[in-house]
C-alpha cells in the first residue's frame, strides 16, 4: 500500500514536470506580451492551437520530421502575432482613448482565429502519434521518450528566451521598455520595432507549447479559450510582467493539475485551483513575484 | 432634457406597440428582440461595473447563479416565478458583495483576469453541485409564469407559451426598468462618486469616500441585474445547465458594453443589439456567421475606438463628450 502511494506520487510529480514545463512555455508568451504592450492577450490560447494544429498538420499528414515541424509552427503563428501587432494593435493603440480596447481587439482577434480554425480545421479532436517509442523507468515511476523529449525541448525553449531577453541588445531593450516606456523611448529605443518582435516571440512561444503538447493532449478547435484561461491563471500566480513568475507559475499550475487529477475526480481539480487562487489574491494580489499595482 | 423625453417616449412607443404589432405573425424575429433586450439587460450591469472602473468579465457568473435560484426555487419548492425574479437578483447580489469585496481591490487586467477565472470558477461549482444542481444534465421543465390576481381580478394572465408576446413585454420591461434606474443612479450622488473611482480611487478616498463600501455597492447592483437576466432566461429556455453561461457569454456581455460606448448609460443597450441583430442578420451566411462576426468587431475597434455612441453623426457634427450620464 505504502509502495503504491509512493508510485503515484512520483508518477504524479513526473506527469506535472511534463505539462508544468510547457505551461511555462505558455505563460511566459503571454507576460511578455503584456510586459511590453501592456495587452492582455486574448488570443493566446488560440494562438497555442493554431501551433498544435500546424503540427500535427505538417507532422502526423505531412509526415515532415518533428523538429523541422515544430520550427514551422513557431515561425508560422510568430508571423500571425507579428502581423496582428502591425495591423491591429498598433493602429488601435494609437487611437483609443481608454487602454482596455486592445483587450476588446483581442478578444476580436481570438474568436477570428478560432472561427477561422473551424472553417479550415472542422471541429474533429486531433491527435499525433508518439515521437518515440519506448518508456524511461525512474524508480516506480514510468516517463515515455516522446514525452521526456518534449520536456527538454520546452525546458530548451524557456532557456533561449531567457538568455535572449537577459543578454542580448534587443531583449534588453525589451526589458527597459517593460519597466519604464518613457523612459526607454527617451533613450532611443524604438517602439514600435520592439513592440512587433515581442508580439511574435509572445504568439511564437504559445504556438510551440501548442506544437509541443500535442503529442501529449489532443487538440481541437475550440480548445483555445480554456488554454487562455489557464494562462491567466498561471501569470497571476506569479506576477504579470514578470519573467521569473511566468515560469514559477507555469510549473505550479502544471503539478497542481496533476496532483489533482490524481486525487479527485474530474472537473474537481480546477474548482480547486481556482478557489485556492481567488484566496491567494486576496493575501498576495500581485503574485507571487510581482510588483503590487502603483 | 425635453427633447430627449421625447425622444425616449417615442422609442418606448415603437417598442411597445409599433414593433410587437408589425411582426405579430413572425415569432422568430420576436424571439431574437427578446434575447437582445435581455442581453442588454445583464450587459447593463457590467456597465455599471465600467463606470467604477473595472472590466467585468464575471457576469455570466451571475447569470447562472440567477437562474439556478429560480430553477430550484420553482422546480422543487414551487415558489412563483415573480417571487424568483427579484430573489433571483439578490442571491447574485449577495454573493457578488461576498467575493467582491476581496477581488474589487484588484484593479485593471488583474481584476478582469480574476474575474474571468471566476466564471469558469462557478460553473465548474455548479457542475459539481450534486443533487442540488443535478450535475451536467442540469434543470430542466422550468415552469414558466403563473398568473397573478390580486383581490379576484387578473392582473398577469398565466404565460401559456402558445405566443412570444408576454415574454418579449417582460423583456422589453426589464430593459427599460433596468435603464430607467441606471440612469438615476448616474445622475445622482452615488453616481459621481462611481464616476470618481473611476478616475482616481485615491483621491476619491481623500475626499472621504469609502471606496470599498462604493465598489461593493456598484458590483453587487451589476451582479443584482444580472441575476435577474439569469433568472428571466432560465425562465424562457425552460432550462438551465452548467454549460448555459461560459467564458465567452461573460466576455460578451462585456463587449456589447465596449461596442455601444462606456461613457453612456445606452452603451450596453446600442451594443447589444448591434451585435445580437448583426449575429442573427448574418445567420443568412450560415458557416462564415461568426467568422464575419469578429471582423465586424475587429473593424468596430479600428474605426470607432470609443464605441457606435461616439459616431459623430449622432452628437450633430461635434465631438463626444467624454464622462457624461446620458
Redesign the interface.
Known amino acids: 500500500m505504502e509502495d503504491l502511494l509512493g508510485a503515484i506520487s512520483l508518477q504524479t510529480l513526473v506527469n506535472g514536470l511534463v505539462t508544468g514545463s510547457i505551461y511555462a512555455l505558455i505563460a511566459l508568451g503571454l507576460t511578455l506580451i503584456f510586459g511590453i504592450m501592456r495587452v492582455v492577450n486574448f488570443a493566446h490560447g488560440q494562438m497555442y492551437m493554431l501551433g498544435a494544429f500546424a503540427v500535427y498538420y505538417l507532422y502526423a499528414e505531412a509526415k515532415f520530421n518533428y523538429v523541422l515541424a515544430l520550427v514551422l509552427a513557431i515561425v508560422l503563428v510568430g508571423i500571425v502575432g507579428y502581423l496582428f501587432e502591425v495591423l491591429l494593435f498598433r493602429r488601435v493603440m494609437r487611437v483609443a482613448t481608454r487602454e482596455e480596447n486592445t483587450m476588446l481587439l483581442a478578444m476580436g482577434t481570438a474568436i477570428l482565429l478560432e472561427n477561422g480554425a473551424l472553417l479550415a480545421f472542422g471541429e474533429k479532436q486531433r491527435g499525433v502519434p508518439p515521437l518515440i517509442d519506448g518508456v524511461l523507468r525512474i524508480g516506480e515511476a514510468y516517463l515515455p521518450y516522446s514525452r521526456l523529449l518534449v520536456t527538454v525541448l520546452a525546458l530548451l525553449l524557456v532557456a533561449v528566451l531567457i538568455l535572449f531577453v537577459r543578454y542580448t541588445r534587443t531583449g534588453r531593450a525589451m526589458r527597459a521598455l517593460a519597466q519604464d516606456r518613457e523612459a526607454a523611448c527617451l533613450q532611443g529605443v524604438n517602439v514600435d520595432r520592439l513592440s512587433a518582435l515581442g508580439f511574435a516571440i509572445g504568439a511564437a512561444l504559445a504556438g510551440a507549447a501548442g506544437g509541443l503538447l500535442v503529442t501529449v493532449f489532443a487538440i481541437n478547435s475550440g480548445a483555445g479559450t480554456a488554454v487562455s484561461v489557464k494562462a491567466f491563471t498561471m501569470i497571476m500566480l506569479g506576477g504579470a510582467g514578470v519573467i521569473a513568475g511566468a515560469i514559477l507559475g507555469g510549473l505550479t499550475l502544471g503539478f497542481a493539475e496533476a496532483i489533482g487529477y490524481e486525487a479527485f475526480p474530474g472537473s474537481i481539480t480546477y474548482l480547486i485551483i481556482f478557489i485556492g487562487l481567488i484566496l491567494f489574491l486576496i493575501v498576495r494580489p500581485q503574485g507571487i513575484l510581482g510588483k503590487p499595482e502603483r | 432634457m425635453r427633447r430627449f423625453a421625447v425622444i425616449a417616449v417615442a422609442c418606448a412607443a415603437v417598442y411597445f406597440l409599433a414593433i410587437p404589432f408589425a411582426f405579430r405573425g413572425s415569432p422568430y424575429i420576436l424571439s431574437v428582440l427578446t434575447n437582445a433586450a435581455i442581453a442588454a439587460v445583464i450587459s447593463s450591469g457590467v456597465w455599471l461595473t465600467f463606470a467604477i472602473g473595472r472590466?467585468n468579465i464575471a457576469q455570466g457568473a451571475f447569470c447562472m447563479i440567477g437562474g439556478y435560484a429560480t430553477a430550484v426555487l420553482t422546480t422543487r419548492y414551487g415558489v412563483p416565478f415573480w417571487i424568483c425574479l427579484p430573489l433571483s437578483g439578490l442571491a447574485a447580489a449577495a454573493f457578488g458583495a461576498l467575493?467582491g469585496w476581496?477581488?474589487l481591490?484588484?484593479?485593471?487586467?488583474?481584476f478582469?483576469?480574476?474575474s474571468?477565472?471566476?466564471t469558469?470558477?462557478v460553473r465548474?461549482?455548479f457542475?459539481?453541485g450534486g443533487k442540488l444542481t443535478n450535475e451536467a444534465s442540469g434543470i430542466v421543465g422550468i415552469p414558466g409564469p403563473g398568473a397573478v390576481s390580486i383581490a379576484g381580478i387578473e392582473l398577469i394572465p398565466a404565460f401559456d407559451g402558445s405566443s412570444p408576446l408576454p415574454f418579449y413585454y417582460l423583456s422589453a420591461l426589464l430593459l427599460a426598468g433596468t435603464l430607467l434606474a441606471l440612469w438615476r443612479i448616474m445622475n445622482c450622488r452615488i453616481g459621481w462618486v462611481f464616476r470618481s473611482l473611476r478616475l482616481n480611487e485615491e483621491l476619491a478616498s481623500s475626499m472621504g469616500v469609502n471606496v470599498a463600501a462604493y465598489r461593493v455597492l456598484a458590483f453587487s447592483l451589476s451582479s443584482f441585474i444580472g441575476g435577474v437576466g439569469g433568472s428571466f432566461y432560465a425562465v424562457y429556455q425552460q432550462n438551465i445547465y452548467p454549460a448555459s453561461y461560459?467564458?465567452?457569454d461573460s466576455?460578451n456581455y462585456m463587449?456589447y458594453c465596449?461596442?455601444g460606448g462606456?461613457d453612456y448609460v445606452l452603451g450596453a443597450l446600442v451594443g447589444a443589439f448591434t451585435l445580437v441583430l448583426s449575429f442573427e442578420l448574418l445567420h443568412a451566411l450560415q458557416?462564415?456567421q461568426?467568422?464575419i462576426?469578429?471582423?465586424i468587431?475587429?473593424l468596430a475597434?479600428?474605426l470607432l475606438?470609443?464605441g457606435i455612441i461616439s459616431f459623430p453623426m449622432f452628437h450633430g457634427g461635434r465631438a463626444a463628450s467624454?464622462g457624461g450620464g446620458r
Do not use: Q
Open positions: 472590466i467575493i476581496p477581488l481591490r484588484l484593479k485593471g487586467v488583474y478582469s483576469m480574476i474571468l477565472s471566476l469558469e470558477a465548474l461549482a457542475l459539481n461560459t467564458v465567452t466576455m463587449l465596449f461596442l462606456l458557416t462564415y461568426t467568422l462576426y469578429a471582423g468587431m475587429i475597434m479600428l475606438p470609443n467624454r
